[in-house]
């Protein structure tokens, strides 16, 4: 009894840290997306009437979410264990929350 317990136990630890692995894959679309649509959302009239100033500020959050997303990207790509997911996991959420802020501050400027 006790080997079958060891021996499902060890399959769900398997299963958990591939799965940890293909997840990565979802966060890096999601801060894309972010991304993408604070980048699209620049190319309005709007924003071509605000202060160059302002915009080199949502340019900045854009540029460290960019980053964040990047390095994430490189830590799935050429993982060293469970760490490096994590650490894209981490870097992944953070770009998401670079390009939300920079949205929420875009529009901001524009009211």
Do not use: T, W
Not at 57 to 70: I, S, T
């Amino acid at each position: 009894m006790n080997k079958f317990k060891l021996i499902v136990a060890f399959i769900a630890l398997i299963v958990v840290s591939s799965a940890n692995a293909f997840e990565c894959p979802k966060h890096f679309k999601a801060a894309q997306a972010a991304i993408d649509k604070v980048l699209g959302d620049m190319k309005g009239d709007m924003s071509k009437k605000m202060p160059k100033q302002d915009m080199a500020l949502v340019h900045a959050l854009l540029d460290d979410a960019k980053m964040r997303l990047a390095s994430a990207r490189h830590n799935h790509e050429k993982p060293q264990g469970k760490y490096d997911h994590a650490r894209a996991l981490a870097k992944a959420d953070a770009a998401l929350g670079y390009a939300v802020a920079a949205d929420m501050f875009h529009f901001k400027l524009m009211m």
